[in-house]
């Protein structure tokens, strides 16, 4: 019998629909579209949180529920969009005590306000799983939407942070390591609370020097194969952006910080290309943005230089049924 | 421990979130909306189907994921909204074969194509349930909107057709009684292709005389409650729309048909209030329609008078966790 990674089950079904009729966007970017006019679209994302697969052990209800809302805001966020409406579809197992609900009305009210948008209803079910489907609502300018397509030979390719911090942190969690949960506190604070960087995403995508855009939550390595494929160009890495207390975790327990880095995925940054001019004035206003490497002609993948040595960048990254 | 009920749930969550912030529409409707303009909001539902409380044997993959796409429809056509795009999450329990995918792919595309509405983009995951929640969008004036809240007393309480078709359908499909599903066709057929009643639901709502409306999805009695409530009136029935086949079907296996056709659920039919002198026009346009009662100012819940008999309506029906 054959059996299908999750990158499979997607090709099918975008086969299905994106063949038949015109999706201005959606599928294959990080959010879909609703076009209103030929100057504002409803911008649509739902993102769905599986307690099986998708929660590491010491996450709290509230902490599991605010994640949700985390993970499709962050998609917005890559696009610079600001979500106005989120729905929120749960599915509970039985029996379900007042205490768990109030914990994740808790944690989604918490996110809500964190990023300014209000939760106007939902679905209740009963499951044999704990399912928390987050669907956003936003309005945007198609003319001011960062593709994932946009990226142009000569670019700067950067990303509004550090990585592997979410990797670490889950393996710290998932082994129960309470010496290093308290040694290396920002590595299981990534896991049990990320952020999204949709005050950046809206301060980039309005910069009209951003030419392309992703969020990492599939990885590092993933995100950068993502545009280059959309784009139709080649990314040639020359840093790979480790977290300072990710590089001496990996030491310690001898891991690989590129590894950790690259690979991890259920990470918010996010991944952009910039005009060549635009990186230092950009910079100025995300602090965090870092230059990573250059867009090239050749759609050779992502290729990495480090250290004299050249590194091919695997398109691998988190992904179920894997 | 206090477990809680299905409605206990969403009470918990409405008032987390219905207290904070003004909600024109949502929580306590079959839609939610975000105002656009005071012509034009944008409106949204998302219900969630759960394979192992929400699917009986017998059915399909394909009709799995048509059904998901009719419950969301349903509760579109129930305010007179006709839904633009959808958006489908999916937890699928692994291994996953290319033949689930496809089917699932076929039902979500044959009900997009019934209700002429295009699905724009969704989200893969791996879950030990088969979750299907699928987020509708659509536009509407909020002056068509038909609410829960209009009904006033003297007005006709009406519905799109004849109950109790699923309920008995799904204790055929249960008991897996082969000669039953084979006898009975259509009770099957009311599980396993359910119609959501788009067309009926706008011409109900552009009539301009339908003061109310919601549909059946937790059962018609709970329905009614629901208008009764929300409308602060009482609703007083001298007829149960009982359909023919599940009074033959209930007598022959000595259950009760006002059972079946009251408190069963998982029934797409619109339970609506009509203004005194609108039935009759209304009625040449949507065939299908039923006078079943009449709206009554005291609010004693949900009273029937059948057969000189005054029977009380209970507010029970569809309920997860019950």
Known sequence: MKVLTEREIIRIITNRFARERSVP??????VSAI???????????????????????????????RKAVVATVSD?????????????????????????????????GQAAQEYRCKLIGGDTNQSNDLVIDVAGVGLADPKTLVRRTGAHPGEIVATTGL??????GLRILTANRKQDAAKYPSLVKAVRQPKARLAEGIILARSRVVSS?????????????????????????????????????????????????????????????????????????????????????ESFGVLAHLEGKQIQIKERGWEHFA
Do not use: C
């Not at 990585?163 to 670490?168: D, M, N, T, V, Y």
């Open 25 to 30: 966007l959606g599928f294959g970017d990080d």
């Open 76 to 108: 917005f966020a890559a696009k610079g969009v600001r979500p106005i409406a989120l729905m929120v579809s749960l599915g509970l197992p039985a029996p379900v005590k007042k205490k768990t609900v109030q914990d994740l009305a808790r944690g989604l």
């Open 213 to 297: 855009s992703i969020d990492s939550s599939d990885g590092l390595a993933f995100s950068l194969h993502q545009i280059a494929e959309a784009s139709k160009v080649g990314i040639d890495l020359h840093m790979i952006p480790i977290a300072d207390e990710v590089a001496r975790f990996a030491k310690e327990r001898r891991l690989s910080s590129l590894e950790l880095a690259l690979y991890g995925g259920e990470e918010y940054e996010l991944v952009i290309t910039i005009k060549p001019n635009g990186f230092d004035e950009l910079k100025k206003r995300v602090p965090s943005l870092t230059e990573i490497g250059i867009v090239e002609k």
């Open 163 to 168: 990585f592997g911090r979410p990797a670490a």
């Open 35 to 65: 076009p209103l006019s030929s100057k504002n679209w409803i911008i649509v994302k739902t993102d769905m949180l599986v307690g099986s697969t998708d929660v590491p052990p010491g996450m709290t209800t509230q902490e599991v529920a």
